[in-house]
């Protein structure tokens, strides 16, 4: 009989001792996860060459930073954590820490951004190509919008643009500025460039119908309608902006204030003949 409970006794102590084990094993693995590490690294592009101010964060929190000049950072982070790295123009990339206290990252860049066709002043070029300062609108961003007036569908749409409206009446011109003024008193308008045809944006000198016309002047100095009233918003098929004297530079004085370029829809080779109808009505109570 004592034989037997000391049996019992010993399979006691050897399952405390395995549980024990088992939790301290869990509680150390825990801590393995949780343990707070600095973690560095370099991130370069498939040149090889630094890229500064890559947006890196830790995934599902708001602790980040940014590369420096040499495309170095560093970020506190666990083993459990996962790490993002962001920048325009290339690829997101996430890159578990798995006790690692270096990452190196080379990003790869995005080609459906860099391939992307803009028009600018000499043509048509891919946005990798392009040097100045350009914003695009596509179609699909506008196409849906009520507005009745070009400029008013680019508001709040590109970067440095800013549009404001000069009289409640319905397709009464607008002021565009782009990246501010250039003129206490000139005009500060940009230019439009419609399927290659300049029509200034100066609603002070034009018409509806751009032309001349001292009746078109009112007692403010500005005209009842803006140019572009005219153009259907629904037949644009992509718009524009050059916004630096680099891209404006081919239309000389007139692209001072920036040059909005837009381009018209038209058939292609091979499409199929359709028919579409929209409408608009606003109704405005005095």
Do not use: C, W
Request: zero cysteines; proline letters at 3%.
């Amino acid at each position: 009989m004592e034989q037997k409970n000391h049996t019992y006794s010993k399979r006691s102590k050897n399952a405390f001792l395995n549980t024990f084990s088992l939790l301290m094993l869990l509680v150390f693995t825990a801590f393995q996860a949780t343990a707070q590490q600095e973690i560095s690294g370099t991130v370069t592009d498939a040149a090889g060459s630094p890229l500064l101010g890559v947006n890196v964060f830790i995934k599902g929190t708001n602790q980040g930073t940014a590369t420096d000049f040499d495309g170095n950072y560093q970020i506190t982070g666990s083993s459990s954590n996962v790490i993002v790295f962001t920048y325009v123009g290339f690829q997101d990339r996430e890159e578990p820490v798995n006790d690692r206290t270096v990452i190196d990252v080379t990003l790869e860049e995005s080609a459906e951004s860099l391939n992307e066709v803009v028009l600018i002043g000499y043509g048509a070029q891919q946005r990798q190509d392009v040097n100045g300062s350009v914003s695009s609108v596509s179609a699909e961003e506008i196409e849906n919008v009520p507005q009745v007036s070009i400029d008013q569908l680019l508001q709040g749409r590109a970067a440095g643009v800013t549009i404001s409206q000069n009289s409640g009446k319905p397709g009464s011109a607008v002021s565009v500025r782009i990246r501010g003024i250039t003129s206490i008193t000139g005009n500060n308008e940009p230019l439009y460039v419609i399927d290659g045809v300049p029509i200034s944006g100066d609603s002070r000198n034009l018409s509806s119908s751009g032309r001349t016309d001292a009746s078109s002047f009112n007692g403010g100095g500005q005209t009842g309608s803006s140019p572009l009233a005219s153009i259907n918003p629904s037949d644009i098929e992509s718009v524009d902006i050059l916004k630096d004297a680099s891209a404006t530079a081919i239309y000389g004085s007139r692209g001072a204030n920036g040059v909005v370029i837009i381009k018209t829809k038209s058939g292609s080779k091979g499409e199929k003949g359709s028919l579409r109808y929209s409408t608009y009505i606003a109704l405005q109570e005095p």
